[in-house]
């Protein structure tokens, strides 16, 4: 078995001549020589930053969620607008993530569309592995942004419900005042007080008169409690509506760029299969070309024979 013999040195050598036969100066020449020693960072594409960045800001997205769960759960360590705050934060988070995955979707679409050439057919085979690998990265992105957004739900909807259990009023005894009991009880306290007939037929009249103020406020306070929570209600299913709508797109759009994967993928074997059609036809094409030549070069000298024979 033969020995593997490193040739870096040789190459480095090579190189020094090289350099010196050109006409490098000794600071140029101990550049090229440190160049094999330290190696300069690969810069990474714009799609990469993009990703990266739209990663870190989901990754803060998550943490602000987690610091501030117990703020957003308790309700007696924050107030409704504190978590309203908390609320309006995360939105903009949501926001701001997916403008930038909706960037990255875009850059990707410009990309395959400038790789395709007049029909319709993609060239290079690398460029379609590199454009699907990007499909792969933005689904990963959705799928974790769509994760973060239904624990918030799931937050919400839990903060929504302790608030309509608080709104709903409890039930309360109603004290009911006897009033002949409470004449009774008067006059035997006061038995020395005479009262002529038409104070006797007054007072109960009086007493059902505070009853039934005391009824109809009663009345107009649940009244306005149920509207109250009637109106909280219809706002707690318009928002899970909205949320539920917003989570639907999200997956959608997650589903999508799945599709959207897997047909690039299909490409690329298409494209691959494509070429290997192309260059089997390239070779018959060059070996039939091969035998025409052929055979025109033996008809010609058979003709010359046969002329010279004759």
């Given at each position: 078995?033969?020995?593997?013999?490193?040739?870096?040195?040789?190459?480095?050598?090579?190189?020094?001549?090289?350099?010196?036969?050109?006409?490098?100066?000794?600071?140029?020449?101990?550049?090229?020589?440190?160049?094999?020693?330290?190696?300069?960072?690969?810069?990474?594409?714009?799609?990469?930053?993009?990703?990266?960045?739209?990663?870190?800001?989901?990754?803060?997205?998550?943490?602000?969620?987690?610091?501030?769960?117990?703020?957003?759960?308790?309700?007696?360590?924050?107030?409704?607008?504190?978590?309203?705050?908390?609320?309006?934060?995360?939105?903009?988070?949501?926001?701001?993530?997916?403008?930038?995955?909706?960037?990255?979707?875009?850059?990707?679409?410009?990309?395959?569309?400038?790789?395709?050439?007049?029909?319709?057919?993609?060239?290079?085979?690398?460029?379609?592995?590199?454009?699907?690998?990007?499909?792969?990265?933005?689904?990963?992105?959705?799928?974790?942004?769509?994760?973060?957004?239904?624990?918030?739900?799931?937050?919400?909807?839990?903060?929504?419900?302790?608030?309509?259990?608080?709104?709903?009023?409890?039930?309360?005894?109603?004290?009911?005042?006897?009033?002949?009991?409470?004449?009774?009880?008067?006059?035997?306290?006061?038995?020395?007080?005479?009262?002529?007939?038409?104070?006797?037929?007054?007072?109960?009249?009086?007493q059902q008169q505070l009853l039934d103020d005391e009824t109809r406020a009663l009345q107009v306070?649940?009244?306005?409690?149920?509207?109250?929570?009637?109106?909280?209600?219809?706002?707690?299913?318009?928002?899970?509506?909205?949320?539920?709508?917003?989570?639907?797109?999200?997956?959608?759009?997650?589903?999508?760029?799945?599709?959207?994967?897997?047909?690039?993928?299909?490409?690329?074997?298409?494209?691959?299969?494509?070429?290997?059609?192309?260059?089997?036809?390239?070779?018959?094409?060059?070996?039939?070309r091969t035998f025409l030549v052929l055979f025109l070069f033996v008809l010609t000298f058979s003709?010359?024979?046969?002329?010279?024979?004759?």
């Open positions: 078995m033969a020995k593997i013999r490193d040739r870096n040195e040789d190459f480095k050598d090579a190189v020094r001549h090289a350099a010196v036969s050109a006409g490098y100066d000794e600071s140029k020449l101990a550049a090229i020589m440190a160049s094999f020693i330290i190696h300069k960072p690969k810069q990474s594409s714009p799609f990469t930053r993009a990703a990266l960045k739209t990663l870190e800001s989901i990754g803060a997205l998550e943490q602000f969620m987690l610091k501030h769960r117990k703020d957003y759960m308790d309700m007696h360590r924050t107030t409704e607008q504190e978590r309203d705050s908390i609320e309006q934060e995360v939105a903009e988070f949501v926001k701001a993530c997916k403008e930038q995955i909706d960037i990255l979707k875009n850059s990707i679409s410009n990309e395959d569309t400038n790789a395709k050439g007049w029909l319709g057919i993609r060239a290079d085979s690398s460029n379609a592995d590199t454009i699907a690998h990007k499909h792969g990265v933005v689904l990963i992105l959705s799928e974790k942004l769509h994760a973060v957004t239904s624990e918030f739900d799931k937050l919400r909807a839990i903060r929504f419900q302790d608030a309509i259990n608080k709104r709903i009023p409890r039930r309360k005894q109603k004290r009911v005042v006897n009033p002949s009991s409470t004449v009774a009880s008067g006059i035997l306290d006061q038995p020395e007080l005479k009262e002529t007939d038409e104070t006797q037929l007054e007072r109960p009249r009086l306070e649940l009244t306005n409690l149920l509207d109250a929570v009637q109106q909280t209600e219809t706002k707690m299913v318009e928002m899970s509506a909205l949320n539920h709508l917003m989570s639907t797109h999200v997956l959608q759009q997650a589903q999508q760029i799945e599709h959207l994967y897997d047909q690039a993928v299909e490409a690329t074997k298409n494209v691959e299969l494509g070429n290997k059609e192309l260059s089997q036809a390239i070779q018959r094409n060059s070996s039939s003709i010359l024979f046969l002329d010279w024979y004759s």
